[in-house]
C-alpha cells in the first residue's frame, strides 16, 4: 500500500455527496468568523450514541473544510476533530468556529464525534465556550498533567458531554489512575512521541518489540484499565508506512489494546480489520454467558464446561466485557441460541427434553 491509497481513501469516502454535511462549502472560504458563528443553530441536542465498536480514532484536521464535511461518511468509528496540533496559531480561531459549525449540523454522522481542543491556559477555555454550543459526543483536552486540571476541566465542559484526556507528560502517566475524576471523564489517549520527549527518551524507542516502547503501552494500557478508562493507543506518524502500522496493530491487539489513533483512511481501514471482533470470540463469550447465568440460576457459580474448562464468575465478567466491546446485547436464551446457530431441537436435546 502507498500514499496513493490514502489519496484514494479520501476520494472514496467523498463519492456520495448527498450524505455531506452541507452541499455548498464554497461560501466559508471567505466568511468571516462571526458569520460562522451565526450559522450555529439556537440549540444542539445530545446524539443517541448507538456505535460501540472503537477500532479506530481518525484525526481531522479542523481547518480543512472538505474533511470537516466527510464528517458523516467517515468510515472511522471515531472521529477525532483537531484544534490544536497541526493548526497554526493564526488560524485557530477560524478553525475554532469551523469545529463548531460542522459538529453541530454532524447530527446523522455513525462515528463519534470528539473534538481536541488546545490546552487549558493555552486557548482551551475559549474553544470550549464554543465547542459546548455544538455538543459533540467528547471534548478531547491536552497535556494534562494532574487530576486538578481535569476538574478544571469538568467545570468548563457541559454536563452532558463527555470529556476525554490526553497522556502525554510523564507526570499524567504517573498520576493516571487518579485522572477520572467523574464518570464522563471515560476515555485517554496515549500520546506516546510527547511522552518520550518529555521523559527525555529518544523517538527511535518507538519501534514495534522495543522494550521500552512496549514497557509503555503496557503501562498505559494496564493503569487507563484500572481506573476505568477506555484506552486509545497512539498514532503512528509515518501514514505512507501501512505496513509497520499494521505491525503496531497486531502487536498492540495482541497486548489488549481496541482502539488505534489514525491519521489517513488506509490506517483506519486496517486499523478496523485488526481490532474486529472475531466471530469466534463471540461464540465463546456467548455460550459462557449462556451456560454460566443456567447454572446460576441452580446456585452454582463455578463448574467445568466440557469445551471451555473452568467457568466462574471472573470468567462470566471477562466474557460479558467481550460482548460489550463487540457491540453484542447482553442477552441468553433462545437469543443466543440464534447468534450461535443452534436450533431449538438441539437445545431441547441439549439439555435432556
Given at each position: 500500500m502507498t500514499f496513493l491509497?490514502?489519496?484514494?481513501?479520501?476520494?472514496?469516502?467523498?463519492?456520495?455527496?448527498?450524505?455531506?454535511?452541507?452541499?455548498?462549502?464554497?461560501?466559508?472560504?471567505?466568511?468571516?468568523?462571526?458569520?460562522?458563528?451565526?450559522?450555529?443553530?439556537?440549540?444542539?441536542?445530545?446524539?443517541?450514541?448507538?456505535?460501540?465498536?472503537?477500532?479506530?480514532?481518525?484525526?481531522?484536521?479542523?481547518?480543512?473544510?472538505?474533511?470537516?464535511?466527510?464528517?458523516?461518511?467517515?468510515?472511522?468509528?471515531?472521529?477525532?476533530?483537531?484544534?490544536?496540533?497541526?493548526?497554526?496559531?493564526?488560524?485557530?480561531?477560524?478553525?475554532?468556529?469551523?469545529?463548531?459549525l460542522f459538529t453541530a449540523h454532524a447530527r446523522e454522522a455513525k462515528t463519534e464525534l470528539i473534538v481536541r481542543v488546545n490546552p487549558l491556559g493555552d486557548g482551551g477555555e475559549e474553544d470550549i465556550r464554543l465547542i459546548n454550543r455544538a455538543v459533540p459526543d467528547a471534548i478531547r483536552i491536552p497535556k494534562v498533567r494532574t487530576a486538578q486540571e481535569v476538574e478544571q476541566a469538568c467545570r468548563l465542559v457541559d454536563p452532558t458531554i463527555r470529556i476525554h484526556l490526553s497522556v502525554e507528560t510523564g507526570e499524567a502517566l504517573k498520576h493516571l489512575v487518579d485522572l477520572r475524576v467523574e464518570e464522563r471523564v471515560d476515555?485517554?489517549?496515549?500520546?506516546?512521541?510527547?511522552?518520550?520527549?518529555?521523559?527525555?527518551?529518544?523517538?527511535?524507542?518507538?519501534?514495534?518489540?522495543?522494550?521500552?516502547?512496549?514497557?509503555?503501552?503496557?503501562?498505559?494500557?494496564?493503569?487507563?484499565l484500572t481506573a476505568g478508562f477506555h484506552p486509545v493507543s497512539f498514532v503512528h506518524q509515518e501514514y505512507r508506512d501501512l505496513?509497520?502500522?499494521?505491525?503496531?496493530?497486531?502487536?498492540?491487539?495482541?497486548?489488549?489494546?481496541?482502539?488505534?489513533?489514525?491519521?489517513?483512511?488506509?490506517?483506519?481501514?486496517?486499523?478496523?480489520?485488526?481490532?474486529?471482533?472475531?466471530?469466534?470470540?463471540?461464540?465463546?463469550?456467548?455460550?459462557?454467558?449462556?451456560?454460566?447465568?443456567e447454572e446460576a440460576q441452580k446456585g452454582n457459580t463455578g463448574f467445568v464446561h466440557e469445551q471451555y474448562g473452568f467457568i466462574d464468575e471472573p470468567v462470566y465478567r471477562g466474557a460479558l466485557a467481550v460482548l460489550a466491546a463487540t457491540d453484542h446485547e447482553i442477552v441468553s436464551g433462545t437469543k443466543c441460541d440464534a447468534m450461535l446457530n443452534i436450533s431449538p431441537e438441539t437445545r431441547n436435546m441439549d439439555q435432556g427434553t
Open positions: 491509497t490514502c489519496v484514494v481513501g479520501w476520494s472514496f469516502i467523498a463519492q456520495s455527496l448527498l450524505l455531506m454535511i452541507f452541499k455548498d462549502i464554497a461560501w466559508l472560504d471567505s466568511a468571516s468568523i462571526e458569520a460562522i458563528e451565526q450559522q450555529l443553530p439556537e440549540t444542539v441536542s445530545r446524539r443517541p450514541l448507538t456505535r460501540a465498536l472503537r477500532r479506530s480514532a481518525l484525526m481531522v484536521s479542523a481547518h480543512r473544510l472538505n474533511h470537516l464535511n466527510k464528517l458523516d461518511v467517515l468510515a472511522a468509528d471515531m472521529a477525532v476533530i483537531n484544534l490544536e496540533d497541526g493548526v497554526a496559531p493564526q488560524e485557530k480561531p477560524r478553525a475554532r468556529a469551523l469545529a463548531a476515555t485517554v489517549y496515549l500520546g506516546i512521541l510527547d511522552l518520550c520527549a518529555d521523559l527525555g527518551l529518544p523517538q527511535s524507542v518507538v519501534t514495534p518489540g522495543n522494550p521500552t516502547a512496549s514497557h509503555l503501552l503496557s503501562r498505559f494500557l494496564l493503569d487507563a505496513e509497520i502500522f499494521e505491525q503496531w496493530c497486531l502487536l498492540e491487539r495482541s497486548m489488549g489494546f481496541s482502539s488505534k489513533g489514525c491519521i489517513s483512511p488506509g490506517q483506519v481501514e486496517l486499523a478496523n480489520r485488526v481490532f474486529a471482533p472475531r466471530p469466534e470470540e463471540s461464540a465463546r463469550a456467548i455460550a459462557i454467558v449462556r451456560c454460566f447465568e
